[in-house]
């Protein structure tokens, strides 16, 4: 059995992202326009749709404007769930236990981008 062939999206420059820093990238899943949330971590990029699991709202509030605490850990503007950076697990709040939905992301020839299976 083959492996399914992948194709890459464009998301963003890899200068973008920076380490305890959160961004809102834009792209198409399900043929769905849709937002991720993406950072950096010490050993690559992270993104997950930007989608909290307590309510489903966003977890900005304004337009690229997330809060982070004092860990660099990313806290949902809407009821104050936090989640940790590497998996995107909730560890405080309205969803302990929870994750966010990894989206996988690659960083290539100073480039961010998006796996997409075809
Ligand atoms: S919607 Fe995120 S904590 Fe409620």
Same mark, same amino acid.
């Given at each position: 059995m083959s492996d399914p062939v992948s194709q890459f999206e464009f998301l963003c420059p890899a200068d973008q992202l920076v380490v305890d820093q959160f961004i809102e990238l834009e792209t198409r899943l399900d043929d769905q326009p849709c937002w991720l949330v993406a950072t950096r971590r010490p050993d690559g990029p992270r993104a997950w &749709? *930007?989608?909290? =699991?307590?309510?489903?709202?966003? &977890? *900005?509030?304004? =337009?690229n404007q997330f809060i982070r605490d004092d860990q660099g850990q990313l806290v949902c503007a809407a009821h104050g769930a936090v989640f940790e950076?590497?998996?995107?697990?909730?560890?405080?709040?309205?969803?302990?236990g929870a994750s966010l939905k990894a989206v996988e992301v690659i960083e290539k020839d100073g480039q961010i981008l998006r796996r997409v299976e075809g």
């Open positions: &749709l *930007n989608v909290c =699991p307590h309510a489903g709202r966003p &977890l *900005n509030w304004a =337009p950076t590497d998996g995107g697990q909730c560890v405080a709040g309205p969803c302990q």
